[in-house]
């Protein structure tokens, strides 16, 4: 799995993940019957945030391989073929559950889209589900907030509403804060992203479960002018 988000501010749209993929194996005991072996091959140097132009950017979590290879190259391929400066964040969306569809219809892999529309500078995001065959725009970009994906239970006990479940089965309401993403500036939006990933990291990295998001964090920013990569891994000897 993966850990997914994107903060949307009046100024501009972050978006940011981690780079672990684990993979999962079937093994055949001798006596006939089968073991699932997950995490058996773990990889920290996954792409999950790519660029499509200048104005819009994807990321994916959930099933990272086809046909025994990673999805990023098949996304890759899609970017190079598929896309120019005019093409807007519907485009992306669209194109993009067709691709993957004809690929592989039943493939358990979300995308989230965002960035500008070009001709407008108009903010748009949404969400793509290839499995479901849906594509859900954010309602009201404008305004700012977040949305994500991938393994969001921790980031989900920090900022959410959380009870606490008493001796005698009634729940108390816990203190809760909420966080003002509407006074968010980019870089606000910037450092609560990578806040999100690497808390998720963190937590999960002493919990007694496996280690699904992990490695380096990417974090792109898009702004009405364009986009600029905050962080992004790059390849090395």
């Not at 950017?57 to 899609?78: D, W």
Request: net charge negative; proline share 4%; glycine share 6%.
């Amino acid at each position: 799995m993966s850990f997914i988000i994107v903060v949307y501010t009046n100024e501009g749209i972050v978006m940011a993940s981690d780079s672990r993929t684990t993979y999962t194996t079937t093994k055949t005991l001798d006596d006939g019957t089968k073991e699932k072996q997950i995490g058996v091959q773990i990889t920290d140097s996954t792409n999950k945030i790519f660029l499509c132009n200048k104005f819009v950017g994807l990321s994916t979590c959930g099933t990272a391989s086809i046909n025994g290879m990673p999805i990023s190259g098949y996304i890759e391929k899609f970017i190079a073929t598929s896309f120019n400066e005019d093409s807007s964040v519907e485009d992306v969306a669209n194109n993009i559950l067709q691709y993957f569809t004809a690929i592989e219809p039943s493939l358990n892999t979300n995308f989230i889209v965002a960035g500008y529309n070009k001709a407008t500078s108009n903010p748009s995001i949404s969400r793509v589900y290839v499995a479901s065959k849906e594509i859900i725009p954010v309602k009201n970009p404008n305004n700012p907030g977040v949305v994500w994906d991938g393994e969001a239970d921790i980031l989900k006990r920090l900022v959410k509403d959380v009870s606490l479940k008493n001796q005698d089965g009634t729940y108390s309401d816990l203190d809760m804060f909420p966080i003002g993403y509407n006074y968010f500036t980019l870089q606000d939006a910037i450092d609560f992203a990578e806040y999100a990933v690497d808390v998720t990291i963190k937590t999960m990295f002493f919990q007694d479960r496996v280690k699904t998001v992990g490695g380096p964090i990417d974090i792109l920013a898009i702004k009405p002018s364009g986009a600029v990569w905050i962080k992004r891994k790059e390849l090395h000897a």
